[in-house]
């Protein structure tokens, strides 16, 4: 597809039980975003994937979080038992790195329960 | 590490006034500026960006945003916002490392 793509849309979990997101960036883009969105507030950072470089995880909350990318292609944010803080909007972005505009998907809303 | 400053976290404004929202950046070297916005129920995307040349850029819908380099600044503007304007609005730097850093946000509410 032309844009950043995100599976799913909306997720509902129950609270303890592990979740993977799942973004599909522009294709060609070497970097790679994750942010998460609580309602009413701004985006928090969550890690930076570029090229084969070490990913950025400076801004994963606790160890429950984790993601992986293959590659420049698809990236999976897992977060393992989750909690009721976890609850957001996540969203993936990507770019050419060198320019830094950033595509962005629907996100995922997550919900848990 | 690069970090962005939003000033305004909401901004409530009637149509037809002027609208300037601030943001500031710590960096010392090269960066790229941008401004995103996010309409209600909508995903962000780019509302202007500056990579170098004229200080004062537009972007869609008669929004400009000026970059005033010796007060790190990229200050968000419109003459006359409009009822549809209501968004959320993010400022953004990205820097020679390749990574993009936003600031918190800034809501505006446009009312009718």
């Known amino acids: 597809g032309a844009g950043v793509s995100q599976s799913p849309s909306n997720k509902v979990t129950e609270k303890g039980k592990d979740v993977e997101l799942r973004c599909d960036p522009i294709?060609?883009?070497?970097?790679l975003y994750w942010y998460r969105q609580r309602l009413g507030q701004g985006l928090e950072f969550l890690i930076y994937f570029q090229g084969n470089s070490a990913p950025d995880k400076s801004g994963l909350p606790s160890d429950r979080f984790s993601a992986e990318r293959t590659g420049e292609s698809v990236s999976t944010l897992t977060i393992q038992r989750t909690q009721q803080e976890d609850s957001a909007v996540y969203l993936c972005?990507?770019?050419?790195?060198?320019?830094?505009?950033?595509?962005f998907g629907q996100g995922t809303r997550l919900t848990v329960v | 590490a690069q970090s962005v400053s939003q000033h305004n976290h909401h901004v409530i404004l009637s149509e037809a006034a002027s609208l300037e929202l601030g943001c500031n950046y710590s960096?010392?070297?090269?960066?790229?500026l941008f401004w995103y916005v996010q309409y209600p129920g909508q995903h962000l995307q780019l509302l202007l960006k500056?990579?170098?040349?004229?200080?004062l850029v537009k972007g869609i819908k008669g929004f400009e945003a000026e970059f005033i380099k010796s007060k790190f600044s990229f200050n968000l503007r419109k003459p006359s916002v409009q009822w549809s304007d209501t968004a959320e609005y993010f400022c953004?730097?990205?820097?020679?490392?390749?990574?993009?850093?936003f600031g918190d946000g800034t809501t505006l509410t446009v009312k009718p």
């Open positions: 294709s060609g883009h070497t970097a």
């Open positions: 500056y990579f170098s040349g004229d200080p």
């Open positions: 960096y010392g070297g090269t960066v790229n």
């Open positions: 972005a990507s770019s050419l790195a060198r320019l830094g505009e950033a595509f």
């Open positions: 953004a730097v990205n820097t020679n490392a390749g990574k993009s850093t």
